[in-house]
């Protein structure tokens, strides 16, 4: 495993806009975020962190319902917080209305006769919520319930745990739980250095694989076992353990979030010290979600909206739990790179050939080694192996002097940030040496060394005392493990190195487009084709020349001012898929085809009992390429921008990509290249490349709609959305609002 230290995380990077991908550019509509500390739509833009220095560390704690009667279960727990009061050095003062002692200390009746200030009280008892009024009046700080019963048993402990949380609230206190256990209270081991791991879990079982690091010398430094979360949630935790200066990583396992906006400004908290936090979120498919929902009581959230999200703001989400340990340990421990490159190093050709192929599958950058430094590598290595990447020493090296030459070679090349050697048996004596030579080097630089011991057995010294006893090599027991925290690795410093904060570039007043666009709303109501249009025009995005007529008479000349040829749409409330009812009238060049056209769309929708505002006449739009645009609410984080390929290749395809607001041009970017079709774009087949920037330009005003609109507008749809050659702009042909 490793030890080191993260490096410094910098903020103010517009300088390095050319490597992160974005360029400069003013704010939309010319509007300045002022000083404050909620955006345009009353939400915060900052963390709330609370002082949980208490928590972990009190001067003392009272256990209400201690019991040192054998055989009880509040026996156990009672033994075991006097045996973590001792180790932190807390007081413990026994709680229980009959008894005069437990485990020989005085007991006091209950929480209002204590005689001194309290910094926790832990409560076993069924029925939390007398004695939390109980603890208003005393002015203890935290406290921890661990009866169940409540938001995980359906309404009726959803509507109890409501009640427990309006108490605390009261009381002023925070509160641990319900349905938490005694995870925080475990013996951590203090002998180990370097940086640690913060473990947050809604499970307390699911914890359990990462805090038995330690046996494999990992430092873990706190467990926050979230419960229920009536109050204290895992936001709250990630936004104290990144202000901690002992934290290297966080690792979450997370079954649903309490509210998705605080979730997302912890993970900013995070990502502006640098700290990663690593989490495994369950809920990706219906069944999880399901059972998820009926452990902890919590929204799991629509799972694109919440991946989406958590990338976003830099979260690295894993599947496993043992990709959790590895992952997080790893970016505790490992220096910030040197470069970028990953080298494969192996005894074995079809080990190198394997590995490379995994790794560059999975998007792990493996550079060919200069023809210098090849030369160098065959003055030890046969002249008839490959060493270009992956470098196959042939395994006689490796037992010798050559081996460390070789290791060394490889690590002072400069495009080299990462050495990676799959081991994937013992062969001693040979393995033996290969593993002190790796762990020997990997002292030597401040370049990541990873090693794959690959023996199912995993008693073999080599790898239990040389490997796993190095503060420095980073050990795996498998590839796919491997990889992934690598990738992971390399991608968060990546992140951190161009982050801004969203949060500190969104709106806290209204444009002048928010007033226009308020005006035009209608509560509870479906717009028109021509209201919604109104209200993009409103946003400055553009859509076609148009006009709105109720009679023949003034169709024929307002197709005469937009300009022939034309399209006629029947415009109304009631009216989503206009195509499917031949309410679309495509190409019209002459007068007389705008009369009937215009009696034709009216007689459907009459027909239809559809009521009209009128019939569009509008501008015929030049080919591109179509695609979509929209704003919908997700239950967890409120409302979502979403852009994808449109027309009918939206409900085909379903090639789209999601962000939460408030982000920045570099991430509109980002969900762009998210998608499967973003080659159309580019230009295909002798089509030419398409207008990119204006379709960014689309997407940030959506957005600033969104954030603006947030208590009036339920959802937006832009479909299809023209996006003409480059340097002629994008145009909304199309657009369905629907009001909150």
Known sequence: MLGSTHGTFTTGLRARVDACGESPRTTVHGVTA??????????????????????????????????????????????????????????????????????????????????????????????PLPVIEELAETKVKFAVAFASGFAETGEAGAAAQERLAAAVRRSGLRLLGPNTNLNAFERFREDLEGPAVALITQSGHQGRPVFTLQELGVRLSHWAPTGNEADLETADFIS???????????????????????????????ARHGVPVVAVKVGRTETGARTAASHTGKLTGADQVVDAAMRQFGVIR??????????????????????????????????????????????????????????ELHTWIPEYLSVANPVDNGGHPVGDWRGRKIIDAILADPSVGVLICPITGPFPPMSDKLAQDLVDAAEATDKLVCVVWGSPVGTEDAYRTTLLGSSRVATFRTFANCIGAVKAYLDHHRFTTCYR???????????????????????????????????????????PREQLVTSAAAAVRAAGLVGYPVVMKASGAQLAHKTELGLVKVGLTSASQVRDAYRELTDIARFESIDLDGVLVCQMVGRGVEMVVGVT??????????????????????????????????????????????????????????????????????????????GDLAELDINPLMVLPRGQGAVALDALAVCR
């Open 34 to 127: 002022a000083p404050g500390d909620q955006d345009v739509s009353g939400r915060p833009l900052h963390a709330a962190v609370p002082d949980l220095d208490r928590f972990f560390r009190p001067e003392s704690v009272a256990v209400v319902g201690a019991s040192d009667t054998e055989g009880r279960p509040n026996t156990g727990i009672t033994r075991q917080l006097l045996a973590w009061a001792e180790r932190v050095g807390a007081r413990l003062v026994p709680v229980h209305p009959t008894r005069t002692s437990v485990f020989g200390i005085d007991c006091v009746p209950s929480v209002g006769a204590l005689s001194e200030p309290v910094d926790l009280a832990v409560l076993l008892v069924a029925d």
């Open 240 to 270: 104290y353990f990144a202000g901690r200066p002992e934290v290297g990583s966080i690792a979450c396992y997370v079954e649903g979030l309490k509210d998705g906006r605080s979730f997302l400004l912890a993970a900013d908290r995070a």
């Open 318 to 375: 894993v599947d496993g739990l043992d990709q959790l340990q590895d992952t997080a340990t790893l970016l505790a421990r490992a220096r910030r790179p040197q470069a970028d490159g990953v080298v494969v190093y192996s005894i074995s050709g079809g080990t190198g050939a394997h590995f490379a192929d995994l790794a560059t599958e999975a998007g792990l950058p493996l550079p060919t080694l200069p023809q210098a430094k090849q030369d």
């Open 501 to 543: 904060s969203p949060f500190d570039e969104a709106p806290r007043t209204p444009s002048p487009s928010f007033r226009k666009a308020q005006a035009l709303m209608r509560p509870g109501r479906r717009l028109s084709e021509h209201a919604a249009k109104q209200l993009l025009r409103a946003y400055g995005i553009r859509v």
């Open 633 to 710: 609410r997700d239950d967890l984080f409120g409302p979502t921008v979403t852009v994808g390929l449109g027309g009918v290749l939206v409900e085909v395809l379903g090639d789209t990509a999601v962000r939460v607001p408030p982000f920045g041009e570099r991430e509109a970017r980002s969900m762009l290249a998210e998608l499967r079709g973003r080659a159309l774009l580019d230009g295909v087949r002798g089509a030419p490349p398409a207008d990119v920037d204006a379709l960014v330009e689309v997407v940030l005003r959506v957005q600033r709609m969104a954030l603006e609109l947030d």
